[in-house]
């Protein structure tokens, strides 16, 4: 099963950070896709370096309610971009803001990281962003 109507436009990219827009071809709204490596996950502290594992978190970041169909597409998005990660898991959840995030692209881009370390701080991710320039986004990596 493949994506139906969605499309995910990768904005931020850091080492254990990926944001997304992502829009609905049928419709004019968008939301965002936080992807947020945790690192080695609780459950794992007391195993061998090679039986610990990895623990990726998910967010669907959205103002409004999802069609079952677009909550379908992030699910497949997110398990094909880390399905094939060996001993790592991962899970998607929401997070329900007032408004939805907009920016003057291509004029405004640290906007952009502005935004995911306010989301940062809404989900209780103590995570200072490393500080870069507008030309950052030129590159295919922030960091």
């Not at 990895?54 to 309610?65: G, S």
């Not at 870069?132 to 986004?137: D, I, L, R, S, Y």
């Amino acid at each position: 099963m493949g994506l139906s109507n969605t499309m995910f436009k990768r904005l931020l990219r850091l080492r254990d950070i990926e944001f997304y827009q992502v829009e609905l071809s049928d419709d004019d709204r968008c939301f965002n896709l936080l992807i947020y490596d945790k690192g080695l996950s609780e459950l794992d502290k007391g195993l061998r370096d090679f039986d610990k594992g990895n623990l990726i978190k998910a967010y669907i970041i959205t103002n409004f309610e999802l069609p079952d169909s677009t909550y379908q597409d992030v699910l497949y998005f997110v398990d094909d971009l880390l399905g094939m990660k060996h001993n790592c898991s991962h899970f998607t959840d929401t997070l329900f803001v007032k408004e939805e995030f907009d920016f003057d692209f291509p004029f405004d881009m640290l906007a952009i990281r502005n935004y995911v370390q306010e989301i940062l701080s809404l989900l209780g991710i103590d995570k200072k962003l490393p500080d870069f320039k507008e030309t950052a986004f030129n590159y295919l990596s922030q960091d």
